[in-house]
């Protein structure tokens, strides 16, 4: 996490965390007080998205993204999340699935029975570095570039962007990327 600390608010939050590390803040069960202005107005999905990302659904500059992330320790939580987030933005989804096959050549000659994993588990695999089997996207959601593309462009790994158009088996992200 990088902290512009000239900044007040943001200098006053890195104090905050630095504090917390140091045990303060805490009851004797170790739950952390929060601030009154850290809180939502509720404690739901939809008020922590309406906070971190004020009017979501109209056209933002990608910055926009890069300034507030919703950070979660679970990929099902993210899936979740993002989920959630994509519904605020305006348009039909679409939906693009992975490859969920090894070519026959890669098989050994079909002789390794290990090789031949059900489609339906290759589709629940969720880990981290690996793209999901069913990708759903909007026109002006954000989306990370899970490979080295184009390194020379700055098209890689942790690369983002905005989504500003796609066809049957593209993906247009736009220009102004925010940093790996």
Known sequence: MCLNTHIQAEADF?????EVGQGKHTDQQS??????HFKCRENTVDSL???????????HPPQYFADCTILSSLNS??????????????GPVQV????DSI?????????DPMLNYPVEYLNEINCSGLP???LEVKVGCPVMILRNLDPANGVCNSSRGILTRYRHRVLEVGADYWGP
Do not use: C, H, M
């Not at 739950?31 to 009154?36: E, F, G, K, Q, R």
């Not at 993210?78 to 305006?90: G, H, I, M, Q």
């Open 103 to 111: 070519p026959t050549s890669e098989q050994s000659g079909g002789k």
């Open 31 to 36: 739950n952390i007080s929060l601030p009154a």
């Open 14 to 18: 890195a104090r905050w965390q630095l």
């Open 96 to 99: 693009f699935y992975g490859a």
């Open 132 to 134: 999901l089997a069913k």
């Open 77 to 90: 939580d993210v899936d979740s999340l993002n989920k959630k987030a994509l519904e605020r933005f305006p």
């Open 49 to 59: 998205i309406d906070s971190i990302y004020p009017g979501i659904s109209t056209p």
